[in-house]
């Protein structure tokens, strides 16, 4: 079992940061990918980016590569992603999730642990 818990999130304005944070904790023996999503009202969850956690290699859905940054601090446990120049489109509900499974990044049924969320509204 994989324990995720996200924060970070809040209000803030287009143009400016932030820097979400995942504490993962829990048997992450079997954890071979950790994948950010995100998910609007009304629309579906959508894959940001994902880490390998054994090459380290980064994953990012092709219009996320400019503002987004995936990274891992691994002596902490913690997750991060960083969003740049936010954008009133960026608001919504953001979680992390940990992955066992090969395969595709941006599919969220390839994640089988979910954090309960971080919400972030951009205003313009």
């Known amino acids: 079992q994989v324990h995720l818990v996200e924060s970070g999130g809040g209000s803030v304005q287009a143009g400016g940061s932030l820097r979400l944070s995942c504490a993962v904790s829990?048997?992450?023996?079997?954890?071979?990918?950790m994948g950010w999503f995100r998910q609007a009202p009304g629309k579906e969850r959508e894959a940001l980016a994902a880490i390998s956690m054994h090459s380290g290699d980064r994953h990012y859905e092709d219009s996320k590569k400019a503002r987004f940054a995936i990274s891992q601090d691994n002596d902490k446990n913690t997750l991060y992603l960083q969003i740049s120049n936010l954008r009133p489109e960026d608001t919504g509900v953001y979680y992390c999730?940990?992955?066992?499974?090969?395969?595709?990044?941006?599919?969220?049924?390839?994640?089988?642990?979910w954090g309960q969320g971080t919400q972030v509204t951009v205003s313009s």
């Open positions: 829990g048997d992450t023996s079997n954890t071979r990918k």
């Open positions: 999730a940990a992955s066992s499974k090969w395969g595709p990044f941006y599919v969220p049924a390839q994640y089988d642990f």
